[in-house]
């Protein structure tokens, strides 16, 4: 329904704007009403280490961002006796009596009586197993939830062990037709935070095809590391624990570890929050939940490292943001004591005129300079607003610096690089001046197409050189390649033979020998002398041999391949083509970050010199 002419004219009399209105009457901006929210089960240990109290307190705050759909029990790390569904009661119970005091911030929070349905106690029995008379409420209501008539999939936020979706999954399996059970476990979406029974292993094993992120050791993030001051004991007290209502006195001042703010099981749900800032189907892209890279078994996905100050650090991808994720705890546990006037809200931050939250797709050319543009965000409370446009480098695929400019404006320009191809992640924030200060995020992807790599006869590249880095002269795909003693050549790294690591993919056994023979090290530098002077396309082969690294290509000193993870051990990836100009006879390759192990090199010679090397 459009609004009144009168009320429009009146809010703009007062400075308004309409999103301001629609908070103020009903609780939610248009964004929030016209967006589907992500389907959510919570499986929680909770009765054992402390922090799953702390969670439950946040996560009953942000109801109203997920249709819930489930509150299950189970075992996790140090609590594998009996299950603590009372203690999920006791939370929504006081969630209950600051009900009214929440719906009128958000009308959209769910009720009382909703969420106390939703209590399904797990499995009090083998904790690490599955099978026959091995059901519970919590499994047979998990069935029931994927099998609704829903296209959307289920979020599983995985605070302790995941039995009770294994024993689903089981049950389906021995219960209904392959083309069935594929179906069932299409739906089914899991953030899990470490992984804390054995049936992980089991679904892994025999379901690879189910979507997994694993947080092994990334979930820290949330406390560690970072700024201490606003997960203290102190900021606990005064922000949470006391004068919020009956909810803050149910967070625990302490848990395992650590005095204060812990929630080490909050990513798990903080990943699928729908803020604009990301798309949880894209776990490389990265958000408050954490960043997340391919593992190379099936669907599933572990973590990946953010640079802190250049370095690789795994804890950053999450405490990065610990400022804007512990100013909304701050303001909503404000919103069970005080009313609209009283507290912050976050802004609506519109991005390119487009209102939604959704992440923005845009191709770009080389070259090319790109409007950004915050016009049109506005507050809910009519704080006023400051803009800050940044790149995530990590997240993306393009190398090479990208530079914008007039970043901290509503509207900023940014140049994609002359030599770029792959994806530039766009992140804006708008921060309102309210107390605390929120931020409203959008993220924009734009897609420099792919370089055109045509090999001989079809094409101009001709091979030029190969080097099996560590090991003797060899054939591959029909092409000489020299021993890594050849002339011309040189590579610091150590040199390691590991024939027990089965590539992955497979490999004949010409590559065979010459992945798993390798030189390796974190500032590795490979390089090439007395080459005709010319335009070349650079291949790498990196092989991992144990466990996975995040490390960056440099040609000449010019970034080539940013953030690249190697997988788990067996993995290996030919990376390029990276095009570059010989003039002085010389070509260094250099590596940062995390091991490089470099297996081989090839070099293609562009050969047609009155054309030009293009893009598609």
Same mark, same amino acid.
């Given at each position: 329904?459009?609004?009144? +002419? ?18 103020? @009457? ?71 009596? &600051?009900? =009214? ?57 995985? *605070? ?43 679904? #892994?094993?025999?379901? +690879? ?13 949330? *406390? #560690? ?5 606003? $997960?203290?004991?102190?900021? %606990? ?14 967070? =625990? ?18 990943? $699928? ?55 909304? %705890?701050?303001?909503?546990?404000? *919103? ?23 992440? %923005? ?99 101009? *590249? ?6 099996? $880095? ?35 993919? +497979? ?16 500032? @590795? ?34 970034? &080539? ?56």
């Amino acid at each position: 329904m459009k609004p009144f +002419p009168s009320i429009r004219w009146s809010l703009q009399a007062l400075g308004l704007a309409w999103p301001s209105l629609l908070v103020l @009457l009903f609780g939610f901006t248009a964004a929030d009403a016209a967006e589907p929210k992500p389907r959510l089960v919570v499986m929680t240990d909770i009765g054992g280490d402390p922090d799953d109290e702390q969670s439950i307190v946040r996560f009953l705050l942000y109801a109203c961002d997920f249709d819930v759909e489930g509150l299950c029990t189970g075992f996790g790390h140090g609590h594998y006796q009996v299950t603590h569904p009372e203690l999920i009661r006791k939370a929504v119970d006081a969630y209950g009596q &600051v009900l =009214p005091q929440l719906r009128r911030h958000r009308e959209d929070f769910p009720s009382h009586e909703e969420l106390i349905g939703l209590i399904k106690d797990g499995h009090n029995g083998d904790p690490h197993s599955v099978g026959p008379g091995m059901d519970s409420e919590a499994s047979d209501w998990i069935i029931h939830v994927l099998d609704r008539d829903d296209p959307r999939p289920v979020w599983f936020s995985i *605070w302790g062990g995941p039995r009770e979706l294994a024993q689903a999954i089981w049950k389906v399996q021995t219960t209904r037709s392959a083309e069935q059970l594929a179906a069932f476990k299409g739906k089914i979406r899991v953030h899990s935070i470490a992984d804390q029974d054995r049936t992980a292993g089991w679904v #892994k094993e025999n379901h +690879p095809d189910v979507f997994w992120i694993y947080s092994k050791d990334q979930f820290r993030g949330i *406390w #560690k590391e970072g700024d201490q001051v606003i $997960v203290s004991p102190e900021w %606990l007290d005064r922000n949470v624990r006391t004068g919020h209502g009956p909810l803050g006195p149910l967070y =625990p001042e302490k848990a395992a570890g650590k005095v204060g703010v812990k929630e080490g099981d909050t990513p798990s749900f903080f990943y $699928v929050l729908p803020d604009g800032l990301s798309d949880p189907e894209h776990p490389e892209w990265g958000n408050w939940g954490g960043r997340f890279q391919p593992s190379g078994h099936g669907r599933e996905y572990i973590p990946a490292q953010d640079l802190r100050d250049g370095t690789p650090d795994l804890l950053y991808t999450i405490h990065r943001w610990r400022a804007a994720y512990q100013n909304e %705890l701050e303001a909503r546990m404000d *919103w069970c004591v005080h009313n609209m006037r009283k507290a912050n809200h976050v802004p609506v931050a519109v991005c390119n005129g487009n209102t939604s939250r959704r992440v %923005l797709l845009q191709d770009v050319r080389p070259g090319e300079v790109v409007k950004l543009s915050a016009d049109g965000s506005t507050d809910p409370d009519g704080n006023r607003m400051r803009y800050h446009w940044w790149i995530y480098n990590e997240a993306g695929t393009c190398p090479g610096e990208v530079s914008i400019t007039d970043a901290d404006t509503a509207e900023a320009m940014l140049s994609v690089p002359p030599q770029a191809t792959g994806q530039i992640h766009v992140i804006l924030e708008t921060t309102d001046d309210g107390t605390p200060p929120l931020t409203a995020y959008r993220r924009v992807i734009l897609t420099a197409p792919p370089i055109k790599f045509v090999a001989a006869p079809a094409g101009p *590249w001709v091979f030029q050189r190969g080097v099996n $880095v560590n090991g003797r002269p060899v054939e591959i795909d029909g092409r000489r390649w020299e021993g890594g003693d050849a002339a011309g050549f040189a590579c610091n790294g150590k040199a390691l033979a590991t024939p027990d690591v089965e590539p992955r993919p +497979p490999a004949d056994p010409a590559e065979f020998s010459m992945l798993t023979s390798f030189r390796y090290d974190r500032n @590795l530098e490979a390089r090439f002398g007395e080459l005709p002077t010319g335009t070349y396309a650079v291949f790498v082969h990196i092989f991992e041999d144990n466990n996975p690294e995040t490390l960056s290509f440099a040609i000449d000193g010019r970034l &080539v391949q940013r953030g690249y993870t190697s997988g788990n051990a067996g993995q290996w990836r030919r990376l390029g083509p990276w095009i570059t100009r010989v003039a002085d006879g010389s070509l260094d390759l250099t590596s940062q970050g995390g091991a490089a192990n470099l297996a081989g090199i090839e070099l293609w010679k562009f050969t047609e010199p009155s054309a030009q090397v293009t893009q598609e």
